[in-house]
């Protein structure tokens, strides 16, 4: 991707986390949505959005339907949010939006919050060993 696709989806990735957070009032659109990354096509007629949504109270299951149905509400409101997007831009056209689910960071943080769970309990398990030892002497 060259510089200026660079810049502009960076300021789009800037500008729809604001409009996101601010406009869409959507009771459907549960979670924090987070954009992970914006990729403009080189005749700017697209920009595929990818965000992960937060929801840290759901199980693996409910995440799944939960985070396709933020991802319908948000490409419903892909116009909306083109057309808002429009006024700070200072392009000539403004990309048309698509939004898709970032498996790979929501993937991660899964996988962040598994380790952090192992070396919690690790450490656990190691003070119950020293305090036995303890006692025992």
Sequence with gaps: ??????????????????????EVND?????????????VSPDLG???VYVTIMEPELNDAMVKTSHEESIKVLNNAA?????????????????????HYDEVTARGNYMMDLI????????????DVENDASQND
């Design 1 to 22: 991707m060259n510089q200026r696709l660079q810049r502009l989806a960076d300021q789009i990735q800037r500008e729809l986390a604001v409009l996101i957070r601010d």
């Design 27 to 39: 009771p459907r659109l549960t979670g924090f949505v987070t954009i992970s990354s914006v990729k």
């Design 46 to 48: 697209y920009a595929d």
């Design 79 to 99: 116009g909306f949010l083109r057309t808002e997007l429009s006024h700070s831009l200072k392009t000539r056209t403004t990309p048309r939006l698509r939004f």
């Design 116 to 127: 952090s769970q192992a070396v919690t309990k690790t450490e656990q398990n190691e003070d």
